[in-house]
């Protein structure tokens, strides 16, 4: 089973639905919004992909934290966990979990790889 995680409303996740449906993939759908998402699956996320590909830098909320708050998100992993569980737009979207795999962001081309 395939499971995409992320924000409904969020542009990419529309283009990611879209790629889903297109290539017939089921999925389930984890909406940060509605549910919360533990710190252990985070945690593995960022063991797995790193955390510079799973922290959000390019949004809104990024740019609302204070200078600090950035800076220890460089050198404190666990805080930044703490950070995007309490702030999940932080957390680059979608992820999409299929077996072992873990992608993170909208690459068409990996998203092909899942059909």
Request: proline share 2%; hydrophobic share 35%; with cysteine.
């Amino acid at each position: 089973m395939t499971t995409i995680y992320g924000i409904k409303n969020c542009s990419t996740m529309k283009k990611a639905f879209s790629k889903l449906d297109d290539l017939g993939v089921a999925y389930e759908f984890f909406d940060y919004k509605k549910q919360s998402l533990d710190t252990a699956t985070l945690q593995n996320w960022v063991e797995k992909a790193g955390l510079d590909k799973i922290l959000n830098k390019k949004g809104t909320t990024w740019r609302k934290i204070s200078d600090d708050d950035k800076q220890k998100t460089e050198t404190d992993s666990n805080f930044a966990i703490d950070l995007m569980l309490a702030n999940p737009s932080m957390i680059k979207r979608p992820v999409v979990i299929q077996g072992v795999r873990l992608l993170v962001g909208f690459d068409e081309s990996e998203f092909d790889k899942l059909s």
